[in-house]
């Protein structure tokens, strides 16, 4: 059974850079696809990003500028880079695995999620 | 403002059918690429509920159903449960963005 299991500082100041790690355990990362996703306080979800299991990676256009997605599967692990955050950034960001074919992918499983505050 | 249309909420007494409908345009639904719907209960991440328009993953009961026509789609709950209070949202692919979507969310209210 496939789990994923996020994790971060929970408090990152404005203007600094956010880094989270997502730990994938039963299933090996390698030739498969994953995503972020995330959600602020009491709002919808927002994909952020996702790999795709031919390498090639796809950010949100409106982080674009901000965002580094990466993979390391040595430790069998998918990160997420986000820098100069505001306010605006602050929330509930998830990792998921990506099922389906051609474009028509779902998230599922997804991790448990971890809070970002962003906060001087 | 979310690519997909959702409407806000949504509510039924216990046993009613309900639907919510997910309106999206012509470089995502419209342009033939498949529905998800996922529930999110309180505090918890969501799941998924209907892939690729129609199908339940095994332990979705047979109540949740999905369907898509044009460039909309919906998800029909029929016997309303106590336990279906929850957020539900739709997701697609869009390819002008080259972007998963996801519809604003719809919160389903039982009476």
């Known amino acids: 059974q496939v789990q994923l299991q996020e994790s971060g500082p929970g408090l990152v100041r404005p203007a600094e850079t956010l880094s989270l790690t997502c730990t994938v355990s039963?299933?090996?990362?390698?030739?498969?696809?994953w995503s972020w996703v995330r959600q602020p306080p009491g709002k919808g979800l927002e994909s952020i990003g996702f790999l795709h299991y031919s390498g090639d990676i796809r950010y949100n256009p409106s982080l674009k500028s901000r965002l580094t997605i990466s993979v390391d599967t040595s430790k069998n692990q998918l990160s997420l880079q986000l820098t100069s955050v505001t306010a605006a950034d602050t929330a509930v960001y998830y990792c998921?695995?990506?099922?389906?074919?051609?474009?028509?992918?779902?998230?599922?499983?997804w991790g448990q999620g971890i809070l970002i505050t962003v906060s001087s | 403002q979310s690519v997909l249309a959702q409407p806000p909420s949504v509510s039924g007494a216990p046993g009613q059918t309900i639907t919510i409908s997910c309106t999206g345009g012509?470089?995502?639904?419209?342009?033939?690429?498949?529905v998800q719907w996922y529930q999110q209960l309180p505090g918890t991440a969501p799941k998924v509920l209907i892939y690729?328009?129609?199908n339940r993953p095994s332990g979705v009961p047979d109540r949740f159903s999905g369907s898509k026509s044009g460039a909309s789609a919906s998800l029909a709950l029929t016997g309303l449960h106590a336990e279906d209070e929850a957020d539900y949202y739709c997701?697609?692919?869009?390819?002008?963005?080259?972007?998963?979507?996801f519809g604003a969310g719809t919160k389903v209210t039982v009476l």
């Open positions: 039963g299933d090996s990362i390698s030739s498969k696809s």
């Open positions: 690729d328009n129609t």
């Open positions: 998921t695995k990506l099922l389906g074919a051609g474009w028509d992918y779902r998230s599922d499983p």
């Open positions: 012509d470089s995502n639904i419209g342009a033939g690429y498949d």
């Open positions: 997701q697609s692919f869009d390819y002008k963005l080259f972007a998963f979507v």
